[in-house]
């Protein structure tokens, strides 16, 4: 899921860069308590946090009813934005979504905004983490809790959810604690429904809310 509205959602200030810069506002926590009410009678075996502040305040509304501990790993964590971070103009902006046309058309994984993360540099924190997941829980029944970020979610999910394409996830931008459900088959990790819109496993749209 990603986390609450913060108070970066507010700025529109990039905020990768300190972990405990913009909390989440009063809406933020309304909207975890929400989820958390009807999260409420789920178990889980592992709830994993961002180190990211508004994150961890998600994580935490979140576990009170299940009261584990909240495991946190920077391999969660947002695309840090390099010399981006703390700016929050037009022009900062625009060369942010620059940067993700690159990756996605020019394919240039490499990439990166001065002193920021590349393509293959989230790929590499992000994807060993799901796999050794997908690894210590395959064949059981237990339910893992991710709280993250919007980019990180868009840039890697589609990485991983064998219905989920680029194009579909950034048709679909994620709303602050949207839930995306997954499940292990035999053929990988396939979405059921992402931010209410419920899915096949080949990717086709069955509801949309």
């Not at 790929?123 to 210590?136: D, E, G, H, S, Y």
């Not at 829980?137 to 809790?145: E, G, R, S």
């Not at 899915?199 to 809310?209: F, K, Q, R, Y």
């Amino acid at each position: 899921m990603r986390h609450g509205e913060s108070q970066a959602n507010l700025t529109r200030e990039f905020s990768s860069d300190g972990h405990a810069k913009h909390p989440l506002t009063a809406k933020g926590r309304a909207q975890a308590q929400t989820l958390a009410e009807k999260l409420r009678d789920e178990t889980f075996a592992e709830i994993y946090a961002s180190p990211l502040l508004r994150a961890r305040q998600t994580a935490e509304i979140l576990n009170a009813p299940h009261g584990l501990e909240i495991q946190i790993t920077p391999a969660l964590s947002e695309h840090h934005a390099g010399i981006l971070e703390g700016r929050a103009d037009q022009a900062a902006w625009d060369e942010y979504r620059a940067l993700f046309e690159t990756w996605l058309i020019q394919r240039d994984l490499d990439a990166r905004i001065k002193g920021g993360e590349s393509f293959n540099e989230l790929r590499a924190r992000f994807i060993p983490f799901i796999n050794a997941l997908a690894r210590r829980h395959q064949d059981t029944a237990a339910n893992v809790l991710l709280v993250a970020h919007g980019g990180i979610y868009l840039m890697m999910l589609p990485l991983i959810l064998t219905n989920i394409g680029f194009a579909f996830a950034r048709a679909h931008i994620l709303s602050n604690t949207a839930l995306v459900l997954t499940e292990q088959r035999a053929e990988g990790l396939v979405c059921l429904s992402w931010d209410g819109v419920k899915l096949t496993p080949s990717g086709s749209i069955v509801d949309e809310i």
